[in-house]
């Protein structure tokens, strides 16, 4: 399973791009990577899943390079509600191989 | 929306005594998991199963046991509860394949005494 590198933790002030940067150095071809938002007292959500390039919804975008050895999640113009745990997540989950949760990184959005 | 529910958002038990953790999914997935999650480490994995009566060892599975019994509903056994069993305990079910993703309940917040 490959193994994910996050800051452990970012500040942003409200309105601001906030961009999050996972390493990944040994992904493997068939992997895919997701994000989760964590809230305090609730289960991790979805936000995001690519496989390469950009992909982009109504909550992020998620920026991978050719590589695919890092990704990048970014948060246009973050306000307080946006203050969570994110979670990078890479993997192709099949059967019986769960992924792997690190252990997030922590933004903080100050007003 | 795929719901994922938990038997309780808060437990005090006793150390010693045996306690029960349900989680039950609406969406006929495949695979569930137990997680516990505690102050700067993350999301640990306890167990998981990928069909009804079977069952898989995580992370951390001393101290647990589970049961799948139906496919939609997951339990987690503290047989003998002690407190560094104290934590945030998170259930989550996938339907399987390589873009799915886990669907988290709300949790059920422990305290051991």
């Known amino acids: 399973l490959a193994k994910t590198t996050q800051p452990i933790s970012m500040d942003s002030y409200e309105g601001q791009e906030v961009n999050i940067t996972c390493s990944h150095n040994?992904?493997?071809?068939?992997?895919?990577i997701t994000w989760y938002q964590q809230f305090p007292s609730q289960g991790p959500r979805f936000i995001i899943q690519?496989?390469?390039t950009k992909v982009t919804n109504e909550v992020a975008s998620l920026f991978i390079p050719a590589d695919r050895k890092s990704s990048t999640l970014s948060l246009p113009r973050v306000s307080l509600s946006d203050t969570a745990v994110y979670y990078c997540l890479v993997g192709a989950y099949s059967g019986n191989t769960p992924l792997v949760f690190g252990k997030g990184t922590r933004l903080s959005v100050i007003a | 929306d795929v719901k994922v529910t938990q038997s309780s958002r808060y437990l005090v038990k006793r150390t010693g005594e045996k306690v029960f953790l349900e989680c039950v999914q609406d969406m006929d997935h495949e695979n569930m998991f137990w997680y516990r999650q505690d102050p700067g480490l993350g999301l640990r994995l306890i167990y998981f199963s990928y069909d009804v009566k079977m069952k898989e060892k995580g992370d951390i599975p001393e101290g647990y046991s589970v049961s799948r019994e139906k496919k939609e509903r997951f339990s987690l056994i503290l047989e003998s509860a002690s407190t560094n069993q104290t934590s945030m305990y998170l259930c989550?079910?996938?339907?399987?394949?390589?873009?799915?993703?886990?669907?988290f309940g709300p949790g059920t917040r422990l305290l051991v005494l």
């Open positions: 690519g496989y390469k």
């Open positions: 040994n992904i493997a071809t068939n992997d895919y």
């Open positions: 989550a079910s996938i339907s399987g394949g390589v873009r799915e993703t886990q669907y």
